[in-house]
């Protein structure tokens, strides 16, 4: 594969490419090297497919991929992950990731997972925190982290220290690019000002479009109504679907379109499919579209109702996510969950 075909690879459906020139120079010389970075927290939810459709993309322009499950992180954030169910929340994100990747047809043969606790506990990587907290302000951490960790009015420390941990794992994990969603510009974006002045080269970041919750607005894993967890039952999609904002005609915020264009084509691309609306024929019938194009446009003509389109994800994301639950009744699977989240019942 070319330079040009992995550029355009790693580069689709993101929303904002900083270092663009960077990133073609490496390209021309050899494969990239990316990470992304989880912190175990609430459980993984359909937000999470976006990234993991791009895995995809990387995988097959030969990018070195790696999957840092932010444990440290995860209990920095306010403590939203108690010291003490650290290790559960972090293997159950690392066999969540495995198999819906798995569910979604991606080959994660070569994915590397790797723990933050493996290394942000060393010496250097300590001394470097202490480093790059006497060059910055407290209210630069607090902005940097400002769409990422829970904000106050009076913070305790650790998650102003968050966003300056996630800046130096980058030169930790000898990456070329963090990839992330665009809720996390602001850490990138200090990534970028600051490794320079710590004596580390920058970085390229890549950046996704969030998926809008279901209700509107955010999709957030504190409102289980905004959200479908991946280990969610059949009847249970199909119902939060149902009620999901999806207005007649309407692109804006339409976390529905997001979905299908963002998750589903690339999918179905990857099985050699095309997206099916099942109707009654009063309705117009069946109808299929090769394209997220071809479906925006009947969509914005009010040619397809929103119920059609809403049913249509719910099959076939009730098809993705079969196996994921199959996995999940193992003991196994199912004692580790039960573990990670005793606390939130």
Not at 76 to 91: F, G, I, M, N, V
Not at 152 to 165: C, F, K, M, T, W
Not at 314 to 336: C, D, G, H, W
Request: glycine share 6%; hydrophobic share 40%; with cysteine.
């Amino acid at each position: 594969m070319d330079a040009s075909r992995k550029f355009e690879l790693i580069t689709r459906n993101l929303q904002e490419v900083m270092e663009e020139a960077q990133l073609k120079e490496i390209l021309d010389k050899r494969d990239l090297k990316v990470y992304l970075g989880t912190a175990p927290t609430g459980r993984v939810h359909i937000g999470y497919l976006i990234p993991f459709t791009k895995f995809a993309d990387f995988l097959e322009a030969g990018c070195e991929v790696t999957i840092l499950l932010a444990d440290l992180h995860a209990f920095l954030d306010s403590q939203k992950t108690p010291w003490e169910l650290l290790d559960a929340r972090t293997l159950y994100y690392e066999q969540v990731i495995k198999e819906t990747l798995k569910a979604m047809k991606v080959d994660i043969t070569k994915l590397k997972f790797v723990r933050g606790t493996d290394y942000q506990l060393s010496r250097e990587f300590c001394l470097d925190v202490y480093r790059f907290a006497s060059i910055t302000t407290v209210n630069e951490g607090i902005k940097a982290g400002a769409d990422v960790v829970k904000q106050s009015e009076n913070p305790r420390l650790a998650p102003v220290l968050y966003p300056l941990l996630q800046s130096l794992d980058e030169e930790y994990l000898k990456v070329d690019a963090q990839f992330g969603g665009n809720d996390q510009r602001k850490i990138f974006v200090m990534a970028h000002e600051y490794l320079p002045k710590l004596g580390y080269k920058k970085r390229i970041h890549l950046m996704n479009p969030m998926l809008p919750g279901l209700t509107g607005g955010k999709m957030s894993a504190s409102d289980p109504s905004s959200k479908i967890d991946l280990l969610d039952t059949s009847e249970a999609i199909k119902k939060k679907l149902n009620g999901a904002f999806c207005p007649e005609g309407v692109i804006e915020g339409n976390g529905v379109l997001t979905f299908i264009k963002y998750v589903l084509f690339p999918y179905l691309e990857r099985i050699n499919q095309s997206f099916n609306v099942e109707r009654p024929d009063k309705f117009g019938g069946n109808v299929s579209f090769a394209n997220y194009t071809e479906l925006e446009n009947v969509f914005v003509e009010k040619k397809i109702h929103p119920m059609d389109l809403k049913n249509s994800i719910a099959k076939y994301l009730i098809q993705i996510l079969a196996p994921v639950r199959t996995a999940f009744e193992s003991q196994e699977y199912s004692a580790n969950l039960e573990k990670a989240y005793s606390n939130e019942k």
